[in-house]
């Protein structure tokens, strides 16, 4: 783990998106803890960039939408 932290980052940062921990018993606290002690030795805000523009490339149309209508609000403001 210390020599290839990188290497869990990505599975860990989109799997642990879903964990969903009952913290009525102490297995599930330990296990949560754990879980954030792993994403905090692996935080890199360079992965964390790499890992948004992975997400973007998932929804291609989407992200184009969303661009190409901010564009259509920055002409239309332009135009009056």
Request: proline share 5%.
């Amino acid at each position: 783990m210390k020599e290839f932290p990188g290497s869990l980052y990505y599975p860990l940062t989109i799997s642990s998106e879903y964990y969903k921990f009952d913290e009525s018993t102490p297995l599930a606290r330990e296990n949560k803890r754990k879980v954030q002690e792993l994403k905090q030795m692996t935080k890199c805000d360079v992965t964390d960039i790499f890992v948004t523009e992975l997400r973007r490339l998932t929804d291609p149309e989407i992200h184009f939408h969303i661009w190409a209508a901010s564009i259509f609000v920055c002409v239309n403001m332009h135009k009056t």
